[in-house]
């Protein structure tokens, strides 16, 4: 009991699968965080646009000494004044600046789910590209085992004078050929890891091998990249609403009360100066002419509106392309799967029937190594292309804008 949960704590803290690099990978890229923050700022931009429909109220504070002091003009005074301002009506100038800010704050979500799509269709592919080295090494290293089987037998048979040296020195450098290629597929395979290592910030010793899901019945959605494009046109629009706003009334209302101090003051026949003063007033005001700047403004977004329009359009378009060619590209895999798997079933019985002609003597020792090179070669084209399937599924899900991680078995 003892071993499995050690086992199994382990395997929680060294072995990872697809869902949980996926997740790893999300959760800890600079890019994402830095798009939440983004989103953040956004809106607290947009609780600053809806708080400035409320009134301001500021207090002032005047100290002043003048010179010379007349009877409405005392030589020192200290005033404290409240004011209070309220916009009234600004023709949906706030509104269209609040929904545009909104948006832009919709469009930088969108923009980190493009990223998070992204980054895991990246991992997907490098976590395939590892156990298709895998598969070549298994390859190898049978194709290895069964040299260094040959090499103790041509030993054997040569102390007693049944074969030449230059056979065993034969066998002896393609074991050596099969070495390299080892190395070199390790190598390959530990490059994988490390690349994971470093896009998902997490600590992996092995993966655990996931399959995805048939896309048979998969619903079409643009991806969020242009989901983001429609969203900044959209923003566009409200903004160049809120500027043309300008040419249309703009009510305000302001009140100011104040109390005074005064010292140092001349003698009047109109007695006191006040001491309380108020007043309140209601402005209203539409531009009449600029020469046409505001106008220009606003034409300058409706055309930026437009190319993002045309530009998410255009890639919309590419989405469905590359969609096709994705269904396209998993019928040939399926048929390279059933043709790879028929190749290496061939190899594997020409292989056994080879290496008892060998062993026989019958056969040169070219035609045996032949024949194992084959059954490695297939052997590793089939594991290859079944994971190359795999990544066919991936690109399905991703151009069809679906869940990657929600369609992992």
Same mark, same amino acid.
């Given at each position: ?132 080295? !895998? ?27 049944? !074969? ?25 395979? /530990? ?185 490695? !070669?297939?052997?590793? /084209? ?8 795999? !990544? ?18």
């Amino acid at each position: 009991m003892k071993l499995l949960i050690i086992s199994l704590l382990i395997g929680s803290l060294y072995g990872a699968n697809l869902k949980s690099i996926i997740d790893a990978t999300i959760g800890n890229n600079g890019n994402i965080k830095a798009k939440e923050y983004e989103s953040l700022a956004n809106g607290a931009e947009v609780a600053s646009l809806s708080a400035s429909s409320m009134p301001t109220v500021d207090i002032v504070a005047e100290l002043s000494k003048n010179s010379p002091k007349g009877a409405f003009t005392p030589g020192e005074s200290a005033t404290l004044s409240i004011l209070l301002n309220y916009k009234i009506y600004d023709s949906g100038k706030r509104a269209n600046l609040t929904r545009a800010k909104k948006l832009e704050q919709r469009a930088t979500n969108f923009e980190k789910r493009a990223i998070e799509r992204s980054l895991s269709l990246k991992a997907i592919k490098l976590y395939y590209n590892y156990f298709k080295a !895998v598969a070549n090494l298994k390859a190898i290293s049978s194709r290895d085992s069964a040299l260094k089987a040959q090499l103790n037998r041509l030993k054997k048979l040569k102390s007693v004078g049944l !074969v030449t040296s230059e056979e065993v020195s034969r066998i002896k450098s393609a074991i050596e050929q099969n070495r390299y290629a080892k190395e070199s597929i390790k190598f390959a395979m /530990q490059s994988t890891l490390e690349r994971l290592k470093l896009l998902s910030h997490k600590k992996i010793k092995f993966l655990k091998l996931n399959y995805f899901k048939n896309p048979n019945r998969v619903t079409f959605s643009p991806l969020f990249n242009i989901k983001k494009i429609r969203a900044l046109a959209n923003s566009l629009n409200y903004n160049q609403k809120a500027i043309e706003s300008a040419y249309k009334p703009q009510v305000g209302l302001k009140y100011r009360y104040s109390k005074s101090k005064f010292a140092d003051t001349a003698p009047s026949p109109f007695g006191k100066l006040p001491e309380h003063n108020s007043k309140l007033s209601i402005q209203a005001s539409m531009r009449l002419y600029d020469g046409g700047t505001i106008k220009q403004k606003g034409e300058a977004l409706k055309y930026k509106r437009l190319s993002l329009l045309s530009l998410a359009n255009e890639l919309l378009r590419e989405q469905k392309m590359n969609l096709k060619l994705s269904k396209i590209e998993l019928r040939s895999i399926r048929a390279k799967i059933k043709s790879a798997k028929s190749a290496y079933l061939s190899a594997k019985e020409s292989y056994k029937r080879v290496k008892k002609e060998y062993e026989a003597g019958l056969i040169e020792y070219v035609t045996y190594l032949d024949a194992l090179t084959q059954k490695a !070669v297939t052997f590793g /084209q089939y594991k290859e292309a079944i994971y190359d399937l795999e !990544v066919a599924k991936a690109s399905i899900f991703y151009y069809s804008g679906a869940n990657l991680k929600g369609a992992i078995r």
